[in-house]
C-alpha cells in the first residue's frame, strides 16, 4: 500500500513538472518593439519562438531547501549566541560600575580626617598620622582598579 502511494506521488509530481511547461514566443512589430506572448501573435510580424531552459529538478528545489533551513538555524545559533554575550558583557559591565561606585564611596569616607588621625606632638603642635596617608592611598589605588576593571568591561 506505502509503495503505491509513493509511486502515485511521483507520477504526479513527474506528470505535474511536464504539464507545466508551456511555449512562449518573441514578436517584434515593425516600430521594434519586442512582446513575449504564450501564443503566436497574429500578423506580419517577425515571430521566433523562445526556448525556455528548464527548471531546476525536484532534488535540486529539496536540497536548496535544506541548506536553506540549515542556514537559518546557523544564523538563529548565531543570532543567540550574540544575545547571550552582550548579556554576559552588560552584566560585566553592571558589576564593574558598581565596585567602582563602591571604591569610591570608600575613598571619600577614608578621606574624613577622624580624631584617631591626629598625632600630638611636644609643644602642643598636631599633625596628621601617616597612617591615615597610607588608608587613603590605598582607597585610590582602589578606585584605580576600579576603574581599570570597567574600562576592560567595556572593552576599552
Known amino acids: 500500500m506505502r509503495a503505491v502511494k509513493v509511486l502515485l506521488i511521483v507520477g504526479v509530481m513527474a506528470f505535474s513538472s511536464t504539464a507545466v511547461v508551456a511555449e512562449i514566443y518573441r514578436s517584434v512589430d515593425a516600430e521594434g518593439n ?66 567602582l561606585q563602591e571604591a569610591e564611596t570608600k575613598l571619600e569616607e577614608t578621606k574624613v580626617i577622624q580624631d584617631e588621625d591626629r598625632q600630638n606632638l611636644a609643644g602642643g603642635k598636631r599633625r596628621i598620622h601617616p597612617d591615615y596617608f597610607s588608608r587613603v592611598n590605598a582607597a585610590k589605588e582602589e578606585v584605580e582598579k576600579a576603574r581599570k576593571a570597567l574600562r576592560e568591561a567595556r572593552g576599552y
Request: proline residues 9%.
Open 34 to 99: 519586442v512582446t513575449f506572448t504564450d501564443e503566436p501573435p497574429q500578423g506580419e510580424q517577425a515571430v521566433e519562438r523562445v526556448i525556455l531552459p528548464p527548471g531546476p529538478s525536484p532534488e535540486s528545489v529539496r536540497d536548496t531547501e535544506i541548506r536553506n533551513q540549515e542556514i537559518r538555524r546557523a544564523a538563529e545559533s548565531a543570532d543567540r549566541k550574540r544575545i547571550n554575550e552582550k548579556r554576559k558583557r552588560d552584566a560585566k559591565i553592571a558589576q564593574a560600575k558598581k565596585q
